[in-house]
């Protein structure tokens, strides 16, 4: 679901890129140690950024992985956004998730730069934020069983999918720079994120389940809180990191070649899924910016998924380390 800046104008991506970076800094605010001095909020934050950062490392890798839908000729990949609110609360996960769509756009030019307000706002942002608070967390208990995390997760991710395609079939309408017709090119959207969406809360689940068996201190409000030995916690980590890199060095090269939800919806409506850039200044400004970022553009190489899990996993233990200097000297 990744926009292209072809489908976005100036004005709606700088509403959008406004909306999303003021959550963002909503959500660094939030995470900002509580001032009461309790063992149990510095050991929280000092663990949160290493834990947002593997978590994020597994969900880039997942992402990779394009999954066939039966009978429509396309294909879908995961969001995210329930699985890493679930894990780390719903502003931790907003900045784990865009964490990863900043480094998709500049380093591998997946999604427009100009375009990257948008695209945090609809899979980051409608999800961690609306679908995991309104649908998720009501349907979640602590003594919960397979069945009701399995449902709480496929409502939670179709929400999630289903409330992302409208808007970019909104922020599409509202930019005018493109003739897609609302109605054919909702036609398409809603369905077919419809179907990726139950293959994403079945996905979803399944990891939450596994979770709940084996870390059940992981789930963020829907089990034990009581903190891990250190050990423990540094195991954990390793292990989520270790299979992050297994899968985004290993599996991704069983993914879908079809085209994903928003092509495919695209190439139905305009019969095309490359739609030509707007001729302006800033759309050129934009494209020049991400040629220049992107060392791996449409991950170009079968290292693509190492290397992303690998910035990420560098980036986690570098907040950790200035985490741990900004305490020593407080």
């Keep these: 679901m990744h926009m292209s800046d072809a489908l976005v104008s100036p004005t709606v991506a700088a509403v959008a890129g406004t909306a999303s970076l003021v959550l963002l800094g909503t959500a660094v605010r939030k995470l900002r140690p509580a001032r009461s001095g309790l063992h149990t909020d510095a050991l929280h934050s000092e663990r949160i950024v290493p834990l947002m950062g593997v978590m994020g490392a597994f969900v880039f890798a997942a992402q990779m992985i394009n999954f066939a ?3 429509t000729g396309s294909s879908g990949h995961i969001v995210g ?7 780390l609360g719903p502003w931790a996960a907003l900045l784990a998730l865009s964490s990863v769509l900043i480094l998709q756009c500049l380093l591998f030019a997946d999604g427009g730069f100009l375009a990257l307000g948008c695209n945090i706002f609809n899979m980051a942002v409608l999800s961690c934020l609306v679908a995991y ?3 998720f967390r009501p349907l979640m208990r602590p003594d919960a069983t397979p069945g009701r995390i399995f449902a709480a997760s496929v409502l939670a991710s179709v929400a999630g999918l289903e409330l992302g395609a409208l808007a970019v079939t909104l922020e599409t309408e509202a930019s005018g720079i493109t003739a897609l017709p609302i109605g054919k090119f909702l036609l398409f959207m809603l369905p077919i994120h419809l ?3 139950i ?15 084996y870390r059940p201190e992981l789930l963020a409000g829907t089990g034990p809180q009581e903190q891990p030995a250190k050990r423990r916690f ?3 980590l390793a292990a989520i990191a270790v299979v992050a890199l297994l899968v985004g060095g290993s599996f991704s090269w069983l993914a879908s070649s079809q085209p994903d939800g928003l092509e495919w919806s695209l190439s139905r409506t305009a019969g095309t899924a490359e739609m030509a850039p707007a001729p302006d200044g800033l759309h050129r400004t934009a494209a020049a910016i991400q040629e220049t970022t992107a060392a791996l553009p449409d991950y170009g190489t079968t290292t693509a998924g190492l290397v992303g899990c690998g910035v990420l996993l560098l980036a986690a233990w570098g907040g950790t380390q200035l985490l741990r200097t900004r305490r020593k000297r407080a």
Excluded: F, H
Excluded at 81 to 87: D, E, K
């Design 69 to 71: 839908v039966p009978g």
């Design 81 to 87: 956004g329930i699985l890493l609110s679930a894990i």
């Design 133 to 135: 608070p309104l649908v």
């Design 195 to 197: 179907a990726i969406g």
């Design 199 to 213: 293959g994403e809360g079945l996905a979803t689940g399944a990891l939450l389940c596994a979770v709940r068996r």
């Design 234 to 236: 540094v195991r954990t």
